[in-house]
């Protein structure tokens, strides 16, 4: 089976540019999210999707960030404008998103943005 | 106060040691809870999921005191393979409100 797909797998960018991340689940799962994670942190939930329907975004910071999954299956992150502080590494995972282990969360290789 | 909190590290055992991990959540609304470890690196994979009381997985065992609010995970017989930051998660009510702890760090030496 495959596993969750993520590119770029790398980004550097100069402060004030944009970027936008891409991430393919694993067939069949219906609940995507996205993370943040900076170095020497747990990851930071930024947004989770259930189907194309957004489930919580109360941590994006929605003047900069944005995402959608229109089709209920892949999805993008954007940044604009980047500021140094949103250097890290950028996450995204899927689940089932019901039954039992529903909320069991397998995550892709994710992308490290630097920002400059 | 964050909402989950792990034992800081790092750790360092010798191999074949017993070691264990505790972790607590603030919000008493969570009802499920996850290990998961991480590599160097590398994108965090599950090692646990904790829906009751507790759970065991080979040399891993996971406890759950909801009274106390927290988690803990015990390692035995420890191998090299095992160092890897873990950290835990806890999931609020709906299946929503995934909050992440900041990870504890195992080194495991021969």
């Known amino acids: 089976e495959a596993g969750v797909a993520q590119s770029p797998r790398y980004k550097i960018i100069e402060k004030r540019q944009s970027v936008a991340f891409w991430c393919n689940p694993i067939s069949g799962h219906a609940t995507l999210y996205w993370y943040q994670q900076i170095l020497g942190q747990g990851p930071k939930l930024l947004i989770q999707f259930q189907n194309n329907g957004v489930v919580d975004d109360s941590q994006l910071p929605k003047d900069r960030f944005s995402a959608e999954r229109l089709k209920g299956v892949d999805s993008t992150l954007k940044i604009q404008p980047a500021k140094l502080e949103d250097s890290a590494v950028y996450l995204c995972?899927?689940?089932?998103?019901?039954?039992?282990?529903?909320?069991?969360?397998?995550f892709g290789p994710g992308t490290r943005l630097t920002v400059t | 106060r964050k909402e989950v909190e792990q034992d800081p590290g790092p750790f360092n055992v010798p191999e074949g040691a017993t070691v264990a991990f505790n972790c607590t959540y603030s919000?008493?609304?969570?009802?499920?809870f996850f290990w998961y470890r991480q590599d160097c690196r590398k994108e965090p994979k599950l090692l646990m999921s904790?829906?009751?009381s507790g759970n065991e997985d080979g040399r891993f065992t996971a406890q759950l005191n909801r009274a106390s609010q927290y988690i803990s995970l015990l390692i035995r017989d420890s191998k090299l393979s095992d160092s890897a930051t873990y950290l835990c998660?806890?999931?609020?009510?709906?299946?929503?409100?995934?909050?992440f702890g900041p990870g504890t760090r195992l080194s495991v030496l021969p």
């Open positions: 904790v829906y009751s």
């Open positions: 919000n008493s609304a969570s009802q499920s």
């Open positions: 995972a899927s689940s089932l998103g019901w039954g039992q282990n529903g909320y069991e969360q397998y």
């Open positions: 998660v806890a999931l609020g009510a709906y299946g929503q409100n995934f909050v």
